[in-house]
């Protein structure tokens, strides 16, 4: 099994910029897709981003694109969330996935980290 831990979240104010990490241990090994989804208070859990095993193909959904960057360190099993420019609607916590394939749905995704808040006040 894998196991994912989020970190880098936080308070911040609109138009700052705060780094999510997602640390894997584990079968790591069988680790191709990572991704990035969010969920505000009553709300779906929605994609935000996802990246290929090799670290290209990079996915962003249209309402963080030019404003967040996906990376990831396969030496250090690890995947990051830059984002910037945020805004009050980026308010949510933030969920670390890993799965065998690239996709935008949250039911593809078989490992999950615990989540992390981001809140951005106006």
């Known amino acids: 099994q894998v196991h994912l831990v989020e970190s880098g979240g936080g308070l911040v104010q609109a138009g700052g910029s705060l780094r999510l990490s997602c640390a894997a241990s584990?079968?790591?090994?069988?680790?191709?897709?990572r991704g990035w989804f969010r969920q505000a208070p009553g709300k779906e859990r929605e994609f935000v981003a996802t990246?290929?095993?090799?670290?290209?193909?990079?996915n962003y959904a249209d309402s963080v694109k030019g404003r967040f960057t996906i990376s990831r360190d396969n030496a250090k099993n690890t995947v990051y969330l830059q984002m910037s420019s945020l805004k009050p609607e980026d308010t949510a916590v933030y969920y670390c996935?890993?799965?065998?394939?690239?996709?935008?749905?949250?039911?593809?995704?078989?490992?999950w980290g615990q989540g992390t808040q981001v809140t951005v006040s106006s």
């Open positions: 996935a890993a799965g065998d394939v690239i996709a935008t749905v949250p039911t593809a995704y078989q490992y």
């Open positions: 584990g079968r790591t090994f069988s680790i191709y897709a």
């Open positions: 990246i290929g095993r090799s670290g290209g193909s990079a």
